[in-house]
């Protein structure tokens, strides 16, 4: 099945405990994002990967870090996690970027998402 | 201005009524558009795509595209209970590959 796993689902953790967030996708999409979900606010990208080795920061970057060593997985990692991080994590990836006009190829699919809580 | 703006919801209609939902968006380079659903507890999925101008129906959706007013709708005519969702704009920033703005999204509601 075609899908974008993340884990883990549910984390509560404490300020300053280093964590990392896998996500994985098993369809050789060349484009990963991760985005933070907060009320009112809507979905905020914190990073983008346009293909292995390109990563860039999106609208909320800070206390956040990202890799893309292999297509696949994109793990985002919070060095010293702070409470104002509470929040719903979704990764999503698609086969190209989101600017392309090919219908369907930068559609994304997302992951079920990580629920964090940093006390 | 935020890149992505959506009509404040929450958004209540009777089942069978048309539910329109609006976004406007700031970029007027941008080329493609989309509408996600995203039911509570639940992740973003597609509900429609559109690139040019003028109407793409897909089912009981429509979404509605006017570059020049920089303005992109969906209406959801024959609204069900299982409609019931927030809906979310996305549309990708046209100077900076692989950004993408998603609107604060809108609530709706389907009464029967």
């Known amino acids: 099945e075609a899908q974008v796993t993340q884990n883990p689902r549910y984390l509560i953790t404490v300020t300053g405990k280093k964590l990392t967030v896998t996500c994985s996708q098993n369809m050789n999409h060349e484009y990963m994002s991760w985005y933070r979900q907060d009320p009112g606010l809507g979905l905020r990208q914190i990073y983008y990967s346009m293909n292995v080795e390109v990563t860039d920061k999106g609208d909320v970057p800070e206390g956040y870090k990202v890799s893309r060593k292999e297509k696949r997985n994109f793990p985002l990692i919070l060095e010293s996690p702070s409470p104002n991080q509470t929040s719903l994590y979704f990764c999503?990836?698609?086969?190209?970027?989101?600017?392309?006009?090919?219908?369907?190829?930068?559609?994304?699919?997302f992951g079920a998402g990580s629920r964090l809580t940093v006390l | 201005q935020k890149e992505v703006e959506q009509n404040s919801g929450p958004l209540s209609v009777p089942e069978g009524a048309i539910a329109s939902l609006n976004c406007t968006y700031s970029?007027?380079?941008?080329?493609?558009f989309f509408w996600y659903r995203q039911y509570s507890g639940k992740s973003p999925e597609l509900i429609m795509s559109?690139?040019?101008?003028g109407d793409k129906e897909d089912g009981r959706f429509t979404a509605q595209l006017n570059k020049a007013s920089q303005y992109v709708s969906l209406l959801i005519r024959d609204s069900q209970p299982s409609d019931s969702a927030t809906y979310l704009c996305?549309?990708?920033?046209?100077?900076?590959?692989?950004?993408?703005?998603f609107g604060r999204g809108t609530q709706l509601t389907v009464w029967p």
């Open positions: 559109i690139y040019s101008n």
């Open positions: 996305a549309v990708p920033q046209s100077s900076t590959l692989g950004r993408l703005y």
């Open positions: 999503a990836s698609s086969l190209r970027r989101p600017q392309g006009s090919l219908s369907g190829a930068n559609v994304l699919t």
């Open positions: 970029d007027r380079g941008s080329q493609s």
